[in-house]
Each structure stands twice: as C-alpha cells, then as structure tokens.
C-alpha cells in the first residue's frame, strides 16, 4: 500500500461496535481510516481510543486556525502587550503543522 501524501479529509467518525475510525463521507459502511485492536486492550478502552482521536483530529484544523489569528493580533497590538511572548503560540503553531 503507498502512502497518502495528505491525511484523509475531516470530519472522521466512530464506528463504536468495531472501535473503527471512518472518513464521515464514507461512515456508511465505505473504506476505513484505522481500526483500534490492540489485544492488550479491552473494547471500551479502545472505544476512548478512538473517540480521542477523532476528537483531536476534528478540532485540529479549527484550533490552528484560532491559534494564528491569536498570533496575528498579538503581533500587531504588540506595543500594548509588551510582557506578552508569542514564542510559545510559534511553537504550538509549527508543532500542529508538523514541525517540533
């Protein structure tokens, strides 16, 4: 199988009685995303597994988006926030989009 060059389009869902994460456009039943089934795990700990993901990964986009208007305003009102370093917003902005 090759690899993606981009990551399945959001939003992802649950398919709870197989802990399943699908594509929601094809939740029906279509091609899966991943399948939780690690044997060292019991099925509602792998459910939370799932349900975690999906959550990170459907807020992702919404809260890079907020975290790079938060950092635009701050460096344009910069004066009036002297005491404020946006270093760390950097840092959360490049981690979020792949960097470290």
């Known amino acids: 199988m090759t690899p993606k060059?981009?990551?399945t389009p959001t939003p992802w869902a649950v398919d709870t009685k197989k802990a399943t994460i699908y594509a929601l456009a094809t939740?029906?039943?279509?091609?899966?995303i991943a399948r939780l089934d690690?044997?060292?795990?019991?099925?509602?700990?792998?459910?939370?597994?799932a349900a975690y993901i999906v959550k990170c990964v459907n807020a992702h986009k919404a809260?890079?988006?907020?975290?790079k208007e938060a950092k635009n305003l701050?460096?344009?009102?910069s004066d009036s926030m002297e005491s404020f370093d946006s270093g760390n917003l950097e840092k959360a902005i490049a981690k979020a989009e792949g960097g470290k």
Do not use: W
């Open 5 to 7: 060059s981009t990551p």
């Open 38 to 49: 690690a044997s060292h795990r019991n099925s509602s700990e792998r459910l939370a597994d």
């Open 63 to 67: 809260l890079l988006d907020v975290l």
């Open 27 to 32: 939740f029906d039943g279509g091609e899966h």
């Open 74 to 77: 701050i460096d344009n009102y």
